[in-house]
C-alpha cells in the first residue's frame, strides 16, 4: 500500500496530469495505479519541462504532509467506494504475491547453497578418493618392489645353495674318484702279486713234473708199449669174434630161402607204409585246409571254418538261422543305381536257386562310394558265402602267388552254398601286361587268375572293384559280364546319409544311454542335416559315415557329454577342409603319374624300336 503515502509516483502525477474525482471509484483506484507507476518511471519528482531541481539524499528523511493527506484521502474514498473490499482483497492477493516470491528467492538461496554444498563434499570425496588411490598405488609399487627383493633375495639364495650343492657334489665326485683310484690300485697289486705267485708255482710245478719223468722215462716207455700190446690183441679178438658171428649168420639167412623172403616183404611193407602215411597226411591236410581253413589271399569271409566257430559260436549259430536280408538295406544309393542293383542281386537270388551259372561283376567308382558294402549285402541277400581279397596282396607274395589264387579258387570251389568272391582294389595287379611293366611273378599271377576265371562258373561269382578301371589288363574286362558305376552321391542321397548316420551315431546312443549318456542339444536337425548336405558336396558315403563318428566322439569328449549345434558345424567345416586337401593330394599325385606313365610309355617304345632294329640287322 505504499502507493497511499506518495513513495511512487507515476507520470502524469509528475506531469501535472489531473486526477478524476468521480464517483466511480475504480477510475480513481485506476488513475492512482497509473500515477503510481508513472511515478516510479521517474522517481525525481520532476515535471515534463525539467526545471524540478533533483531531491538529494535528505530528501527521503523529510515528512511530507501532502502525501500524508493523499493517503487519507485516498482512504476515504475506499471506505466510501463499492469496491473497497475488493481492493482490499486484491491488495493482500498482491502482498501475498510478493511473499510468496521473496520465500522462493529465499529457497532457490538455500538451494544454491546446498548445491555449493554438494558440490563441496564432492569435490572432497574426489580429493579423498585421489589421495586412496594414489595411496593404493603407492601401496601396490611398495609392495611390487618388496615382492621384486624378496624374488631376488630368494633367487641369490637359490644360486648360492646351487653353488654350495654343485661344490659338495664336486667335492664327493672328487673322493669318489680318489676311492675308485685307490681300489684300482689296490686291486692291480693284488692281481700282479697273485700273477707273479702264479708264475712261480707253475715253475715249481713244471721244473717238479720235468725231474720226475725224466727219472721214471724207462718206466713210463715200458708202461706204454705194455698198454698198446694188449689193446691191439683186444681189437683183433673181438674183430675176429664179430667177422665168425656175422658169416655164420648170413650162411644160415642165405641159405634159409623161408627168412630171406619174408625180409624182403617185410621190407617192402615198410616202405610202403612210409610213403602211403606221407602221402595221406598231404592228401587229408588239403582237405581239411580246404574244407576248414581259409586261404592266405583270403582276407575277410563269411564262411563257416572250423576256429572261426570256435571263437564265436553264438554268432555263427545266429547266422545260420538268420533270413536273407534287403541287398540295398542301410545302401544309399541314387534311384537309377538302386534299381539296377536290384535286378542284378534278384538274378543272382534266382541263379542261386535254380543252379545256374553266375554273372562276373565289375563295380567301379571314386572309393567310399558302397562298393564292398553292396557285396557283402548281395552274398547275404542270395545265400551265398563271400569272401574279400585285395589286390596289394599278391604282389608282395612273388613266387608263391601262383599257388596262392590256385588254393583260392580250389577253396571257393568247394563251397557248398556258392561263394561271391570280391576282389578289392582289382588293378593292383591285374594290369594291363603289355603296357604296364611288370615282374614275371606278376605276370604269372595274372595269367593264373585268367586260366581260372575263363568259363562261367556255378560255385562261385567273381566281383571286382577297382577306382581306376581304364588299368585294368583287357582280357580281364573280356571275362566281365556287367559294369557297374558307383558315383559320388548327390544332394539328396547326402541328405539322406546325413539323416542315417545322425539318426544311428547321435540319437541312438542318446536314447539309449550307457555308461556315459550321451546328450543332445535342443536345435531344428531335420534342417541342420539338409544344411550339412548342401556344404558336404564331393564327399563320399564313407567321409559322410565317418562325419557321423566325429559328432559320436566330440560329445563324448565334453565335459558334461552334450551334443551342441556349434559341435556339430566345426566337425562338418573340418571334414570339409580335409576332403578339399585330399583332392589336392590326389591331382597332384595324378599329374605326376601321367608324367611317369608317358616317361614309361616313352621307354618302352624306345626298347621296342632298339629290339626291332637289332633282328632287322
Not at 426 to 441: P, T
Request: glycine share 8%; proline share 2%; charged share 30%.
Amino acid at each position: 500500500m505504499s502507493w497511499l503515502f506518495g513513495l511512487r509516483k507515476g507520470p502524469g502525477e509528475g506531469e501535472g496530469a489531473p486526477h478524476q474525482q468521480s464517483g466511480n471509484f475504480e477510475q480513481g483506484a485506476g488513475d492512482h495505479h497509473a500515477g503510481a507507476g508513472a511515478g516510479g518511471g521517474d522517481g525525481s519528482r520532476s515535471g515534463a519541462k525539467g526545471d524540478t531541481p533533483l531531491p538529494s539524499k535528505m530528501d527521503a528523511y523529510r515528512f511530507d504532509s501532502a502525501a500524508l493527506e493523499r493517503a487519507a484521502k485516498a482512504a476515504r474514498e475506499l471506505e466510501s467506494s463499492k469496491n473497497a473490499k475488493e481492493a482490499l482483497e486484491l491488495t493482500k492477493a498482491h502482498e501475498t504475491t510478493l511473499q510468496l516470491e521473496h520465500q522462493k528467492g529465499i529457497k532457490q538461496y538455500e538451494a544454491h547453497t546446498e548445491e555449493v554444498r554438494l558440490e563441496q563434499i564432492r569435490a572432497s570425496h574426489e580429493e579423498k578418493r585421489k589421495t586412496l588411490s594414489e595411496e593404493t598405488k603407492q601401496a601396490q609399487q611398495r609392495a611390487q618392489y618388496q615382492d621384486q627383493l624378496s624374488r631376488k633375495r630368494y633367487e641369490d639364495q637359490l644360486a648360492q645353495q646351487q653353488r654350495i650343492n654343485e661344490d659338495n657334489l664336486r667335492k664327493q665326485e672328487e673322493s669318489v674318484r680318489k676311492q675308485e683310484d685307490m681300489k684300482r690300485a689296490t686291486i692291480e697289486h693284488e692281481l700282479e702279486l697273485r700273477e707273479k705267485h702264479d708264475v712261480k708255482r707253475v715253475e715249481a710245478e713244471a721244473r717238479a713234473k720235468a725231474k720226475a719223468e725224466r727219472e721214471n722215462r724207462d718206466l713210463i716207455l715200458e708202461k706204454i708199449r705194455v698198454q698198446s700190446a694188449e689193446n691191439r690183441t683186444t681189437t683183433l679178438e673181438s674183430i675176429k669174434t664179430a667177422g665168425s658171428i656175422l658169416g655164420a649168420g648170413l650162411t644160415a639167412f642165405i641159405n634159409d630161402w623161408d627168412k630171406v623172403t619174408a625180409a624182403a616183404g617185410g621190407l617192402t611193407l615198410l616202405a610202403l607204409g612210409v610213403y602211403s602215411a606221407k602221402m595221406g597226411t598231404g592228401v587229408g591236410a588239403r582237405y581239411v585246409e580246404s574244407r576248414l581253413g581259409k586261404p592266405a589271399l583270403v582276407r575277410e569271409t563269411s564262411r563257416l571254418t572250423f576256429f572261426e566257430t570256435l571263437r564265436h559260436p553264438v554268432k555263427n549259430i545266429k547266422r545260420l538261422f538268420s533270413k536273407p536280408a534287403d541287398a540295398l538295406s542301410g545302401v544309399v544309393l541314387k534311384p537309377d543305381l538302386e534299381s539296377r542293383l536290384r535286378d542284378i542281386a534278384i538274378t543272382t537270388r534266382h541263379t542261386k536257386k535254380n543252379n545256374g551259372f553266375y554273372r562276373n561283376l565289375m563295380m567301379y567308382g571314386p572309393p567310399g562310394t558302397g562298393k564292398t558294402l553292396f557285396a557283402k549285402k548281395l552274398a547275404y541277400h542270395s545265400g551265398m558265402d563271400f569272401a574279400i581279397m585285395t589286390g596289394g596282396d599278391v604282389a608282395p607274395m612273388g613266387r608263391a602267388g601262383v599257388t596262392a589264387m590256385h588254393k583260392t579258387f580250389d577253396w571257393a570251389n568247394t563251397s557248398g552254398k556258392g561263394l561271391l568272391l570280391f576282389v578289392d582294389e582289382a588293378d593292383a595287379f591285374l594290369r594291363k601286361r603289355s603296357s604296364e611293366i611288370i615282374s614275371e611273378d606278376l605276370r604269372a599271377v595274372i595269367n593264373a587268375f585268367l586260366y581260372r576265371t575263363g568259363e562261367q562258373s556255378k560255385k562261385f561269382m567273381l566281383v571286382l572293384a577297382s577306382n581306376q578301371p581304364e588299368q585294368l589288363d583287357w582280357a580281364i574286362n573280356d571275362r566281365l559280364d556287367e559294369m557297374v558305376e558307383f558315383d559320388l552321391p548327390g544332394l539328396e542321397e547326402r541328405e539322406r546319409m546325413v539323416r542315417l548316420y545322425f539318426e544311428e551315431f547321435v540319437l541312438k546312443p542318446a536314447s539309449q544311454g550307457g555308461y556315459k549318456r550321451l546328450k543332445v542339444d535342443q536345435f531344428d536337425y531335420g534342417a541342420k542335416c539338409t544344411s550339412i548336405a548342401a556344404k558336404t558336396t564331393g564327399l563320399s558315403g564313407r567321409e559322410i559315415a565317418k562325419l557321423g563318428v566325429s559328432w559320436q566322439a566330440s560329445a563324448y569328449a565334453s565335459e558334461e557329454g552334450v551334443l551342441t549345434e556349434k559341435m556339430v558345424d566345426d566337425r562338418v567345416d573340418d571334414m570339409v577342409k580335409q576332403h578339399k586337401q585330399k583332392v589336392t593330394w590326389r591331382v597332384e599325385d595324378e599329374q605326376q603319374y601321367r608324367k611317369n606313365s608317358g616317361d614309361r610309355e616313352n621307354a618302352i617304345h624306345n626298347v621296342q624300336e632298339s629290339t626291332a632294329a637289332e633282328r632287322s640287322t
